[in-house]
């Protein structure tokens, strides 16, 4: 069954992704809306879309197909949109009778968690969130070693992820806290959510580092004792990537062994998106762990008293100084 869709954020680094999975699963993208008219990367996948840049004739031109008998109803709304607008549009989806996939993070707060959650039931439509580490072959894997594995105490783990940003990002929504939640968040949210799908629910949290653009704390969970560091600053990176051009690091150890992952990325918006026409998608709820996790670590003064510290903390202070 091919469905239709409409996009939210079109112009944004994340939508050609949505794009492709779209076009990869067989299904047609009908409109898109964007502020910014730098979208030509939809005539790579669909050309024939209608394309606004003002929300209000965007709603205007979804209503009018929800109200034809063209069979051109909007089925599905993907959202690519900032993050502090998640909770609007995936509003706006609900009330056109559509299911909303929804970008990572879902929500900046949790109880826009609980009002979503509320209105799925009333709408009968989906919210459908992107938590795209749930589907990437190593992490299935890792959680299947977790839950088979017998241990003695809990795991010690150490994730490190350093994304490189140029002087843009601190100009744009990203480095505005209240618009994108700040470096955790923005970068952070959808490892905050693999380390709570593996390990279990979370039990201590802690911030020990803070700042526009890197922040690290501690975490504990059921099991596992996690040290972690974000980065959007290239100065972070170790030496050896610096010295091969590498622009992002991810690294997740545990109990000291390194847990490859870097590769497999590519198709996981596609493979997300094949569940979620199954049925299987992640729901609003889904989130609702790592968007406290996140929630808190936005709140919470840096203290390194408590929770033991990253490595890279030491040398994220003596850059802030």
Known sequence: MTHNFAMIGAAGYIAPRHMQAIKATGNTLLAALDPSDSVGIIDSYFPEAS??????????????????DSGEKVDFVSICSPNYLHDSHIRFALRNDADAICEKPLVLNPWNVDALADLEQSSGRKVNTILQLRVHPSIVALRDRVA???KDGKYEVDLT????????????????GHKSGGVATNIGVHFFDMLNYLFGDLQDNRVHLATETEAAGYLEYENARVRWFLSIDARALPDTCRAEGQRTYRSITIDGDEIEFSGGFADLHTRSYELILEGKGFGANASRGAIETVAHI?????????????PFVAAALARAS
């Open 298 to 310: 936005r709140g919470a003064s840096p203290d390194r008293t408590h929770g033991e510290v990253h």
């Open 148 to 150: 088979t594995e017998s």
């Open 51 to 68: 394309f606004f840049t003002e929300f209000e004739r965007f709603d205007r031109h979804i209503d009018k197909l929800r109200r034809a």
């Open 161 to 176: 992820y350093i994304t490189s940003r140029g002087q843009w990002y601190l100009h744009s929504w990203k480095g505005d």
